[in-house]
């Protein structure tokens, strides 16, 4: 297997550090990324007593105490309970798209690796096609070995370039849809809480802070 790496050619040595990131990237957000981390219960508890007594006080200590993308939101929510309805829900959005963002850092970067592995693949094609035309060329002895270099080293960096884009291509797709599935789940639980701060029975502004 070494020797078939080696036999890539020097477009190997970028092609084995980007799986190296790529796969560094992965690991740390299939751990991040897990539902737990951000939609526990017991501070959906918490949060959702404190609310329904309009504890909003204890509530905006709680969540300055937890943070992370859930609290972060429930506190925009409590800081602007008074907001008319339309543009609290737009200040919930917009707070939520920056939520999104961090949720998903490193994907951007892997998705440049899923773009960028068969192009590095596809020089390595052409670098060995180079060496090809040159023993052709030469004509001189030894054309045989040369030859099978040449063609070995055009096909081994594609392969390992589309090896490399080929799962990290599925994965990207399944960490952004586990991104934004996260985030679904807490917009969900979100729109339970505006209810409950702007049901009918709460106070008027400027009570209960």
């Known amino acids: ?90 200040i919930l959005e917009d707070s939520g798209r920056r939520q999104l963002l961090g949720l998903q850092r490193g994907l951007g970067a892997l998705a440049t690796i899923v773009a960028g592995a068969p192009l590095l693949g596809l020089l390595g094609t052409v670098l060995g096609m180079i060496s090809i035309f040159r023993v052709v060329a030469g004509a001189g002895s030894g054309i045989t070995d040369q030859l ?5 080293q055009a096909l081994i960096t594609t392969a390992t370039g589309l090896i490399i884009a080929i799962p990290l291509l599925f994965l990207h797709s399944f960490l952004e849809a586990r991104a934004v599935g996260i985030l679904t789940e807490i917009e969900a639980q979100m729109v339970d809480f505006l209810h409950l701060v702007r049901r009918p029975d709460a106070e008027e502004p400027g009570e209960g802070q």
């Open 148 to 152: 099978a270099a040449g063609i070995s």
């Open 1 to 90: 297997m070494v020797d078939i790496l080696i036999s890539g050619g020097p477009v190997m040595i970028p092609l084995g550090m980007l799986s190296l990131v790529a796969l560094a990237i992965v690991m740390e957000r299939l751990w991040v990324l897990r539902r737990a981390n951000y939609l526990k219960s017991d501070q959906v508890s918490a949060l959702s007593q404190r609310l329904a007594i309009r504890e909003y006080k204890d509530a905006l200590k709680f969540c300055r105490r937890h943070p992370g993308p859930f609290t972060e939101l429930v506190y925009v929510l409590i800081e602007n309970r008074t907001a008319p309805y339309d543009e609290l829900k737009e």
